[in-house]
């Protein structure tokens, strides 16, 4: 029975925006002295708030990023996003044509997600009051808040919500939260391994394609 409430991830399942963002931030924080290959900043930021993508980096390297680099990492990646973005495929007719109580729960900032939405074309199909942010709560994913405020915002139950998520932190985030998650690799920065790092982070399902998810 498809679950009453369905919450999206929206960076890497509703708008392909992970390859612009990695490809981007992993340039710029090389050229600001913070080297690192794209491959090893999708593996191991992509889900994260910005916030704790910060303090990740600083314990990579041992020295904190100037708060200068740190906001052109997010006014670059917003910069591209308006000529390049595009929703991922097959999730605008998913939309269409699953009518499901919903909601967005991203680690991006409230305006990210906004304009990622309205330049896809996708924001008509959600409520702007449903749309929840990482900075909406204490602690971002992998910690369970961002979903069970989500949950609590909608009037859910948590064991009534199904997640979709592409990252390893968000299905562990998810699971804590008490709800069920499928795993996406469906976004144009899906490397071969994702599949099976959100399945090691304890997706039961993993899927490659919108119209397989089991809405």
Do not use: W
């Not at 997010?74 to 009518?99: D, K, M, N, W, Y």
């Not at 592409?166 to 071969?192: E, I, K």
Request: charged content about 25%.
């Amino acid at each position: 029975m498809p679950a009453p409430v369905i919450v999206f991830d929206c960076d890497g399942v509703l708008v392909d925006s992970e390859v612009i963002v990695i490809e981007i931030e992993a340039e710029l924080l090389t050229d600001g002295g913070f080297p690192i290959p794209a491959d090893e900043f999708a593996e191991r930021y992509v889900g994260l708030s910005y916030p704790d993508m910060m303090r990740g980096l600083e314990s990579r390297f041992g020295r904190p990023v100037p708060a200068s680099l740190s906001r052109d990492l997010q006014e670059q990646a917003l910069l591209a996003f308006e000529g390049r973005l595009r929703p991922v495929a097959g999730i605008s007719e998913l939309l269409t044509r699953h009518r499901s109580a919903r909601c967005v729960a991203s680690s991006s900032e409230p305006e990210r997600i906004t304009r990622s939405l309205e330049l896809t074309g996708l924001d008509h199909h959600f409520d702007p009051a449903h749309l929840f942010s990482a900075t909406m709560v204490p602690n971002g994913k992998p910690a369970p808040d961002l979903f069970l405020h989500a949950a609590d915002a909608l009037g859910a139950a948590p064991e009534s919500c199904l997640v979709i998520e592409d990252s390893p932190s968000g299905v562990t985030a998810a699971l804590a939260a008490g709800m069920d998650v499928v795993g996406f690799v469906g976004g144009g920065h899906a490397r071969p391994s994702l599949g099976r790092r959100l399945a090691e982070a304890g997706a039961p399902l993993v899927v490659d394609r919108a119209d397989r998810l089991p809405l």
